[in-house]
């Protein structure tokens, strides 16, 4: 079992929706958690950071984590074709662990 | 600020040639760190550099291997290609480390390996 698991996609949804993206992971001790988005044929860039538990906002986005379940969101709002991506969860204690990625497609 | 920048940004080799890839990190950031990342596998961790000092290494061959200068810029060099070595190769500077998770990524070297 690897110690982060995300589905791989693709996620396909309409533009406006609400997207959400999931990621499960095994170590309890995880405190630092972050998503990054990468577009085709570019580096990652990251979008979200977040120590420990609780909600973070940053404009469309929301990342939640729930150390009591060993899950982590994103929530994208009124999602627009911009946001075709591939969405990376990682997280880290002492060592960074990444998930494999979600493939995100905003249909116009 | 500038930022990561990496080169060359693609490149092919032929089986059995080596390669060495640059990396220069954003201005003030000590720790460089070097993924390999492909369609099957996805972003694998090769190693993280923090002051000229590996301070992590992941699973990889002894082929791969990096170093970090005194300006914090940093060289990846694979030795013997093998096929297997085709990928995107991404570079990632911090100013604390990947312990904190915080990473700010180059545009990648692209390797095609024939």
């Known amino acids: 079992q690897k110690e982060v698991e995300q589905d791989p996609g693709p996620l396909s949804v309409p533009e406006g929706a609400i997207v959400s993206l999931n990621c499960t992971y095994s170590?309890?001790?995880?405190?630092?958690f972050m998503w990054y988005r990468q577009y085709s044929r570019k580096g990652p860039e990251l979008l979200m950071y977040t120590y420990s538990s609780g909600n973070k906002e940053d404009g469309r986005f929301t990342a939640q984590v729930d150390k009591s379940s060993k899950y982590i969101s994103l929530f994208i709002r009124d999602s627009q074709p911009s946001d075709s991506a591939t969405y990376l969860c990682?997280?880290?204690?002492?060592?960074?662990?990444w998930g494999a990625g979600t493939k995100l497609i905003i249909k116009p | 600020k500038a930022g990561v920048t990496q080169t060359p940004r693609y490149l092919i080799k032929t089986r059995g040639q080596q390669v060495t890839l640059s990396c220069s990190p954003i201005?003030?950031?000590?720790?460089v760190s070097w993924y390999q990342q492909t369609p099957g596998q996805g972003l694998q961790f090769l190693f993280e550099?923090?002051?000229?000092?590996?301070?992590n290494k992941g699973n990889f061959p002894g082929r791969f291997s990096g170093r970090q200068f005194s300006n914090s810029r940093s060289e990846m060099n694979v030795s013997t290609l093998e096929l297997g070595d085709s990928a995107l190769y991404l570079c990632a500077s911090s100013p604390t480390g990947t312990d904190k998770g915080e990473q700010f990524f180059g545009p990648g070297t692209r390797l095609t390996v024939l």
């Open positions: 550099y923090f002051s000229e000092t590996q301070r």
């Open positions: 201005s003030g950031h000590r720790s």
């Open positions: 170590n309890s001790a995880f405190q630092y």
């Open positions: 990682a997280m880290s204690n002492y060592q960074l662990i």
